[in-house]
């Protein structure tokens, strides 16, 4: 379940904002429209995004699709552009990377799924668990554009094998992400 998304320098969206299903202090109807991840975290069920026209609302959920792409999707080829358009009404927004993270639960465990990228390649990518309190990286990427290929680093806590990790950093190339690179292999 997403228990948060943000999004930052995506199309009209140039300063960060973020989408929480986190409770407020409101307990009025809690139990209606909220749903129990694990013994103290409860998230809601929906969420609505409301505002004047042209105010952005359908570019955060443009965002959330392409983040759900970004992670689904392996490019055929490494020169591809990724898809991603930064705010383009500012001189600096356009030449800065777009960042984009989710929160989510998975089997009562907290994830934290980070990019920041532009349209060539993805400049860093994280996953992130929370078995206990302590976050524990289970990896990260990092772009080195003298090279002009990617740095995986995988957490001592991931349970796959060397050949894995090795065939996970291989398939990974510059447009695509890790996770997408994990499903093709």
């Not at 009209?12 to 307990?27: G, H, M, N, P």
């Amino acid at each position: 379940m997403i228990a948060e998304f943000s999004i930052e320098n995506f199309f009209s969206v140039k300063s960060i904002q973020k989408i929480s299903f986190e409770l407020t202090s409101d307990a009025y109807m809690s139990d209606e429209y909220s749903y129990k991840v694990k013994d103290d975290v409860r998230l809601l069920k929906l969420g609505i995004i409301y505002g004047s026209n042209a105010s952005g609302k359908t570019n955060i959920l443009n965002a959330i699709d392409f983040f759900r792409m970004l992670v689904l999707r392996m490019h055929k080829d490494r020169n591809e552009k990724t898809g991603v358009v930064p705010f383009l009404l500012d001189s600096n927004s356009r030449n800065e990377t777009t960042k984009m993270s989710m929160t989510f639960y998975l089997n009562q465990l907290k994830y934290i799924l980070s990019f920041e990228l532009d349209s060539k390649c993805i400049h860093s990518e994280s996953l992130t668990v929370y078995e206990s309190i302590r976050p524990t990286k289970l990896y990260s990427r990092s772009y080195n554009p003298e090279t002009d290929s990617s740095i995986i680093e995988f957490g001592t806590n991931l349970k796959l094998s060397k050949k894995s990790k090795d065939t996970i950093s291989g398939n990974t190339i510059n447009n695509s992400s890790v996770l997408a690179a994990f499903g093709k292999s």
